[in-house]
């Protein structure tokens, strides 16, 4: 039976580790929804959002792998299943078919600001159980509200 | 109303589009299973078979985006989101938490099975109302073929 | 005197040449006016339809090599010079200087259109006689839906 | 003390010497201008501008740092600090805040127009002093009006 | 209506643009010209001529690319549409069909040499009225006149 | 009238976009000192300090639009002006014309005090309203205080 | 004992793995003879062809490499062992000693035309059986008969 | 003398300084010691932990490097010499000779688990007197930990 | 008649061209072989052997290029035909089909000792008439015998 | 008998390939010197004027090229043996054995200050009879006096 | 029990194989030394001994790989850790704290002249029984003296 | 005065830096009269020795400067100024003018022949004093025979 002695309590454990899965959902089904959004936008800034969408895509992936790897480093299996992301995800469901441009993009920035809400209540929750998971939600949020704001401004 | 006057006839539409977003969706449940076991394996080939999962998550990626861009290109809406994958896969599921080696092969195995009888339904399928389709569909076939050997060889 | 022996019957050489040249000079015409687009666009859209053209510039350029080449490779001398492309191109003569981006990405959506069209009849056309002459003419028919999706997208 | 025999006469290194000072005040400003507007700009080509301000930021920084280097070569101390760009800059003071993407451009295009008038009275002036440097002001200008047609044209 | 301001007067800006659209077309043709005897070659020089003409190619491809957006900095509208370049080139029309590899050599020093006149009459031309499209042509012209130097000694 | 919804109270979220406006402030006067003694200095450290400036300059550069980046992110308006810099930077004045070079590296010795001694105070004002922007801040001054030894070692 | 289950059926299995085979034994085979020549070349197109000859090489193992994963694949064990080659090549013996040049691109052509007379027979063999190993014949039979042109041309 | 003035307090300098050169003692040893193992190790994993070991001592070097100069960025004198890594690292000493590959995976995990161990209270010590050299350790520990487990999951 | 005049006496030439012809033999063979493995190889290690194979398959094409070449430099016309490689090489035969991934090693460990063996021989036989080509020898034996040490410590 | 039919007259040709001839002449030798020295110096400078003396090699051997190739392209043979350049160089003697830094220095501003002033007198004889050569001479002075003050400023 | 057969006899191998173990030794405190001085270094040439340290550095890590890998090659186990390096280097002991830049190069350019002499006598010694490993002491010795130059040069 | 020790004894040193004094000579006139001929070659084969002579000047360059680096390195000062190797040069003056490809390539082949005469007595001479030296002239003839090679066969 394989078991990581992880360098955490296991109540500091149990708190990063929901932290460190909550955000691994919500990162997988970020990248889900900006390919969605990439593949069915329409509209005079279509080539512009379907760039933007994948630089998003390749920020969501690389963000819940480091997440899912973080929770497989202290000892906790990670879970990234299509159904489990399904049902865990904090991102509204989104609609299905063409989506013009604007409403893409709001999409997107109603995506992200959900996702950023839950990134900063992880970061206070992590911080005094383990700062360097903390490091981590603090460097993905930075990337995320960045991005945010670029949505944001283009349909501002 | 966005409507995009597609080169094929209602009915060859029909057979390709239902073969793509069903490809579509197999694609994209590749890619998520391939990370889920990419993060959870465990044991003496560890290293070799997480490195080797990180190479089909790049072909099923980029394989999923072909498909949806195709539907696209047949004036098609793809369909990936999360729930959408979820239902839809020709995958089993796979079980959560820790998995040795060998399983984990296995595991990648079969799911590549799967997806490849399905993928051969779509060339039959595809070939008349559709060659530029078919064609998609042959070479990503190949691929996932050659992949499917690489992971039996090494439970061999 | 330079003869190359051809693989092909002379019935199905012919075909195929025929198939050849005409591509041929739907590409460097392909080529031509999405540069002269490139150079003439103007307004709120024009970065991004600037960029997107130079791309099926590159695109069109490669597949009127490889048709050309493909020619040659039969034994066939191709003709790709300008009076050959002015008189013999399926693409309607593009209106002369500056062009607001709807109308620009019109311009390239009927291109592209009208290039399609024809390419399908000479994937019809070239099966029995090359299959390797098909498969050429099925890859390049790919890329152009793509591309006609993208421009379709823009103005939707 | 140090002190660079120039190879020209006093009255032509005074010439060129104002000339190229001139251009480093203007070329600073330039690429502090394009920055502020590339933070500050909003609205539906947000990210087009964004982009295309930092390729305008990337060559006003290299054309600075070769007017500036060519003072240096000629022996003349270049003056590019902050107050001295303040005060001496050919564009007009860009207003603070948030700015909508059609200002954005004007923005832009007016910095542009006016530095361009400008260093067509330094090709004037250098031509028979100095033809090396002249040269640099051609090139210089060559390439900043090539971005003033991108601007205009954006905004056409 | 879609005017750029011109810092040129509008005599200067007639003698400027008509050398800039008569280089476009040369240009336009040199490439066409240097891809059809690319193709079209044969003899024990094949491979090298092929080479090096796809280099000139590359050559006249972006310096057509640079002439038109001159052009269009400069507010006027370049035209390098196929039927355009068919009755404007100042290069001999090719022969169609195969061509020995001395004669396809020939046939470039020729184009070359037609060009590279036309092109010295341009740099006499536009000094004056615009030294930035003359420094252009200057470099356009050294281009040129290395290459032709280099078909010539391969004749040699 | 865009308005972004900041994820800060209006307290924390002053403090914070003081914090990053001083700093930007800093960092963009920070890179134009250290161009301006990258053309100035003189003396037989000269290639060295050149060089070594060079690599602060793009330091200096890509820290400033990260804090301009970061406080738009926070839906706060950046300010990186000429004047703005002039008035408000933290860095002493520099002197005009040439400087040698242990004179110069005592300048950016002086300039990377002053400016670390402000980013350590909003490392400190920082922590609490916006963990985010803190962590920023922290690599910030990492970076800084590193390229600070590494003058000082040199007029050591 | 490693048993691959192949998606085909034991006919269609035997058709294709003998085409498979043979193909291999031809490219390998291709390859050396390709090297052979490459060494032994002499003649005033001596760096020409000795150059053409080692992309020759390349497209040949990459080849070859492409058909034996691909029997991998279906189940059934590739043999590309010397022997095997010597005595299975569908290419004539190559003399040995030093060759001049026509005549050693007149043995490359010879070579090229009887390896693209058999993969013209495994096109028509392989397309019901397997369309995907029928599909990676056509492509490569596009390189060979390319580069067939390429020699034939040198010579013509 | 070389005396840099620190901008922490002597207090927090001795804190931060000792926590500094006992990681610079700690990484330079882990970088030794996987090199030992790297060139040591024989079983069936020998490639595989060969290579993995390689990236860990890359890793190590860097993180050996980023805190000597962190410690001369604070103006103390890091120590990383061969007699002063024998005598004061936290890793327990390498057995000498061959070492299979189950053992040298143990070997590893156990200097990885003393120097994570060590890192967790430095970054605990540091936080108050220096958040800067803190952030460096945070960081560090992320990337040994996440090597940790995959060699832990080698073993599992 | 090509004759190049050697710089070594007869004797000499003959001895070091035997040595190079030897060597070229096995080295082909060697590439060969490796290949033969990496496609027939089955098991645990499957992808670990597989990889480090193709390394193996690199060396060895590169090798026998360099001793080819330097028997042609010496002005012996080397010889790498299948059917010499057939009967000439220092390698036992390979046996055909699957084989499991520790057999495979031993094959290669094998394949490697003896040809070291006999490169060890051209060493000392080469160094008095040619010390050019024994330095080649010697690196080539320098790598071999490290690939050597590889394989073999993965079945140690 | 090669001919090359020039652009130019007899006269023109005759001023433009005395000042071509001149300057390749002085090229290679300023490349010579600086290598001499890059190879002789001594001193605490050592190694930054190493580097520095490769950069100008570097463009010295580019800038020969360019001139040499010039004067092919007008159809005059260029001279770049050792014999001609020992006599015909307008640089001073350099003389042999080690030189200290300040030394080495001087000796290059010596040379680059009478290759400029050569220079100069080049672009003013060629603007008249060939504006495309005189170009090449301002953009190799433009360069070479950037270097000269980088040398200049290191013994200022 | 793991035994690689070596190619040489017991009493060559005792030869070689401390010869490695030495050279080992040396090399791996070398590069621990040229760090420690790379982090302690303080003068005006900091920035440039800086820099040239880390070349070495690189050397060290480089060779001493070389060597432990040559000595698994002949099946000797090497040994490479803090403590055999602490006793067994024949470089001096260097002095902990700051060092000024003449007296660093002055210990580098002893540590280097240590290792050479004793890289020498290596050579001498092991010719006769491997002079495979002879030509990797070659080789080691001309970079080493090469690098031993440059340090002197400066200190010249 | 600046004196490096070197490891060679006096009589020694005099051996073995003859040797590379004369071969520094040799291949800086080899890379001139490479250059020479680069320049003047016509003919057909005019590109193909065009484009061979840069890749021996590049070689030729690359050597000389080994050699001299190695002399600085026993503490010789090298000489490769103009004068010294108008006089000293080993390869028979190159004659003025343009020059037909046969005859180019004769040149060639006959400086090559030279140069590699005299580095096999720098081989024979140097192997005693200093074998590290000897190994350096093993490489640069074994590339000088092969590029040797190279030649001859295209006049083959």
Redesign the interface.
């Known amino acids: 039976m394989?078991v990581?002695k992880s360098?955490l309590s296991d109540a500091d454990l149990k708190t990063v580790s929901e932290a460190l899965q909550g955000a691994l959902v919500d990162l997988?089904?970020l990248a889900?929804?900006a390919?969605?959004i990439h593949?069915?936008?329409?509209?005079?800034?279509?080539?512009?959002?379907?760039?933007?969408l994948d630089e998003l895509v390749g920020s969501a992936r690389t963000h819940?792998?480091t997440v899912?790897?973080?929770?497989?480093?202290?000892?906790v299996?990670?879970?990234?299943?299509?159904?489990t992301?399904?049902v865990g995800?904090g991102i509204d469901?989104?609609p299905?078919?063409?989506v013009?441009?604007?409403a893409a993009v709001q999409t997107i920035v109603d995506a992200l600001g959900a996702v950023?809400?839950r990134m900063?209540e992880r970061?206070a929750a992590s911080?005094e159980p383990d700062?360097?998971s903390?490091?981590?939600f603090?460097?993905i949020?930075?990337d995320l509200?960045?991005q945010?704001?670029?949505f944001?401004?283009?349909?501002?």
């Open positions: 394989y990581v360098p997988v089904d889900l929804v390919k969605q593949w069915n936008v329409v509209g005079p800034r279509f080539r512009s959002v379907h760039l933007q819940s792998d899912a790897e973080r929770a497989s480093a202290l000892g299996s990670p879970d990234g299943r299509a159904a992301v399904a995800s469901v989104t299905e078919g063409w013009d441009d604007t950023i809400g900063r970061i911080g700062p360097v903390q490091d981590i603090i460097q949020t930075a509200e960045k945010h704001w670029m944001q401004a283009g349909n501002g």
